[in-house]
DNA sequence: GAGTTTGAAACT
DNA sequence: CAGTTTCAAACTC
């Protein structure tokens, strides 16, 4: 049985969660050993993280054939915090109770069970088999079996050197695991932690340790393996393919046992060579039929930076996203959700055949994965693509922040703060350790500007690319439905859009289709919007949550958090805040004059100022829409037949020259009138009756390719 | 559309 | 923490 450090248990629930838990690592990609290319530490010497273990984020994919049954005891609570590291997104597969709220980490402080449809995030450790050792630094810890088994427990750690370990499907026969950095020279230790079991979760307390043993060696071959993929995640310059990684690790599951999962050992395999794909092949591991995964290409066609199987049938919770050009990594966490959802809901993949196949995200200005996993809050769900992949594009409505996963030590962001939906994402590659708070809706947001292309393998390799596309949602709405939420577009001249002044900023969505000028607010500035977020979270730790949450017991449902501090407008007008939250004032507010409160009679007249004029807008809006619906309608209906001539409207004939011919014969009518000495009257009726004749020849000379001759 | 007013955010 | 400045939205003309 696997040994737990005491500073484990104690070390990790309460930093975790804490701001202080996460720190960026502040050097430089090009600073780093692996990423410089230099050379690494013997196989078997220690790594001292401080030093010699490069700030490589990396995101650990890897698969379980853990049965689902394992995952489907729902019914427990999260833990305390009310968050989770281990979620899945499974329909099938209620983890809810073992997945925390989206954006937050779970506290680890035990072992967990090594099971399918869980991710986790570990720190890399360094290790010295045999020695009883423990070290940890910030929530890194590491421990030594007495036989040697060095294996470590962590979620997010101070070390700089997180690990996303993501379990696919169960029964996943491939995973991934991005980016090794300098694991090919050095012998790495990981714990593979997982939960198979909402009660292990809510209890911590293990029932299964799985220690993987990732050292330099040789090629252990098996039968029926399961192959773990390792693919080398994208450098610090977001570009480099994955065969950047010439060798290779190997390693093996030192330990099993766990009720639940059955027991078995798993070997890495080296491949030496510029490959960067490592198989990881079980020595004993029950065989079973590989299920079909999904595998995320991003970057240019072709040549993928970035690749991570995904589980098809028990989505990952976290979702990669990649973006070239930039050298951060972004991963979307999202919760459980029991529901419906969505991914591949109606499009099983039952071809085995299947497996891997690459869903390429083609946009016009980026490249990026597209998460395939349901969210929590999601709201909708893009029309399933038509291929085969049965992929199924989500997204969140909720508020979101993002941050840059650049190497920023300041940028501590407290994770309770964040708000809900907000994602974190390693920077796999980047050389750097950073963590990414996306908004929910990012990838959404990018869709505003371009499509994207979902594309099978097949579609991967067509010169197009192509073989279905899905307008993804806006903010998180589908643009299948009508309710596309709107967001003012901002103005700002002076902040970049990096201060609270901006409501994009604030809200924590980037800037789209904004007047802004100068806009920091984006991808393209990732470093700097990161530390716009960083101060605003130090002067206002709750900078970005939602100024109007729910009242104290007794009290309105909703109430400003701060209250206002209007002076001059009697908190009547969209200056106040509360006023604009269409909420009273109540004794949080500090405003002078106020008259925004229940019984005020400025406010209620102005509500039914407000409620009239909205009255009348929508009369309004519903008459020009009949009427654009009538006129719609009535061309449509007329249209074919006064259009025959050539495609040309009636009044299209009605020409200057036809216009003075009808006059000329109107005038010889009264001439006519007037010679013959007839009354006014008949004067008229003849003029009349002519220029019917003139209206009648125009009518008939419309459905003619020729322009009317009009003779009188 | 330009200018003014307003109050939150940022700064000192 | 208070006073001041900056800023962008709301508002007015």
């Known amino acids: 049985m696997d040994v737990v450090s005491p500073e484990l248990n104690s ?110 995030i570990l720190n890399k450790v360094a290790s010295s088999p045999g020695a009883d050792t423990t070290r940890s630094q910030g929530t890194t810890t590491t421990t030594t079996t007495p036989g040697g088994q060095q294996f470590m427990v962590t979620a997010i750690g101070k070390s700089g050197q997180p690990i996303v370990l993501q379990l696919p499907h169960t029964g996943s026969k491939s995973a991934s695991v991005q980016g090794l950095g300098e694991a090919k020279a050095n012998p790495q230790h990981f714990k593979v932690v997982t939960v198979s079991s909402a009660s292990q979760v809510s209890t911590l307390q293990a029932q299964q340790l799985k220690t993987v043993q990732i050292a330099k060696k040789t090629q252990v071959s098996s039968a029926g393996p399961i192959k773990f993929v390792f693919t080398k995640a994208v450098n610090n310059k977001g570009l480099t393919a994955q065969t950047s990684v010439s060798n290779v690790i190997t390693g093996r599951v030192l330990s099993t046992g766990s009720p639940v999962t059955p027991p078995r050992t798993i070997t890495l395999s080296e491949t030496l060579g510029s490959s960067s794909k490592i198989a990881i092949s079980p020595l004993k591991s029950p065989s079973k039929t590989m299920k079909p995964v999904q595998t995320v290409t991003v970057g240019g066609v072709g040549a993928p930076q970035f690749k991570t199987i995904f589980p098809l049938s028990t989505p990952s919770n976290v979702q990669q996203i990649q973006v070239p050009g930039s050298r951060f990594h972004y991963v979307r966490l999202v919760t459980a959700t029991t529901g419906s959802s969505t991914g591949h809901a109606g499009s099983p993949i039952t071809n085995s055949s299947m497996t891997a196949k690459p869903m390429v995200v083609n946009t016009t200005q980026v490249r990026m994965s597209v998460p395939i996993v349901p969210a929590q809050t999601m709201k909708q769900v893009v029309p399933k693509p038509l291929t085969s992949s049965g992929q199924v594009l989500t997204t969140q409505t909720q508020q ?26 390693p920077a796999p590659g980047s050389g750097n350790m950073g963590y990414a708070v996306l908004p929910a809706q990012y990838v959404t947001q990018l869709q505003q500007s371009a499509y994207v292309t979902l594309a099978s393998s097949s579609g991967f390799s067509t010169p197009t690319g192509i073989q279905t596309q899905a307008r993804l949602p806006l903010n998180g709405l589908s643009t299948s439905g009508a309710a596309f939420r709107p967001r003012k577009p901002c103005n700002c001249t002076k902040s970049q859009c990096l201060k609270l002044y901006c409501d994009c900023f604030a809200n924590g969505e980037f800037c789209q289709n904004c007047n802004c000028t100068n806009c920091f607010n984006n991808l393209e500035h990732e470093t700097d919007r990161a530390k716009a977020i960083k101060a605003c979270l130090d002067r206002n730790p709750e900078a970005f949550k939602p100024k109007i949450g729910k009242g104290k017991e007794g009290e309105s449902d909703r109430r400003h958090s701060k209250g206002c501090n209007c002076k001059r407008s009697g908190c009547l007008k969209n200056y106040c805040e509360c006023y604009e ?109 002519e220029f019917g004749r003139c209206l009648m020849r125009i009518i008939s000379s419309a459905g003619k390719t020729d322009y009317p001759s009009i003779n009188c």
């Open 400 to 425: 979101r922040l993002i941050m840059p996963a650049t190497s920023l030590p300041q940028i501590q962001p407290n994770l309770t703060n964040l708000p809900p939906g907000t994602v974190l994402a």
């Open 11 to 120: 070390l990790l629930p309460d930093e975790i969660m804490d701001t202080e838990a996460i720190i960026m690592d502040d050097d430089p990609p090009a600073e780093s050993p692996a990423a410089s290319g230099q050379s690494q530490p013997s196989d078997d010497s220690p790594v001292p993280m401080e030093t010699d273990v490069p700030a490589v984020p990396e995101i650990v994919s890897l698969c379980s054939d853990a049965p689902p049954t394992q995952l489907t005891q729902a019914g427990t609570t999260s833990t305390p915090t009310g968050s989770t590291l281990c979620s899945t997104t499974s329909a099938t597969h209620s983890l809810s109770r073992v997945s925390l709220t989206s954006g937050s980490l779970q506290k680890l402080s035990a072992p967990f069970t090594l099971s399918a449809n869980h991710q986790i």
């Open 581 to 689: 939250a269409k909420i009273m004032c109540s004794s949080t507010c500090k405003c002078v004059g106020c008259k925004n409160f229940e019984e005020s009679p400025e406010r209620k007249t102005l509500m039914h100022l407000a409620d009239a004029a909205e009255v009348r807008v929508q009369q309004q809006t519903a008459a020009k829409t009949k009427l654009s619906s009538q006129i719609s309608d009535l061309l449509t209906r007329t249209t074919p037949a006064i259009t025959s001539g050539g495609g040309r409207m009636p009044y299209t004939f009605v020409t200057k020259e036809v216009a003075e011919v009808t006059c000329e014969c109107l005038l010889e009518q009264a001439e006519q009138a007037e010679l013959n000495q007839q009354p006014q009257a008949t004067a008229e009726r003849m003029i009349l009756e």
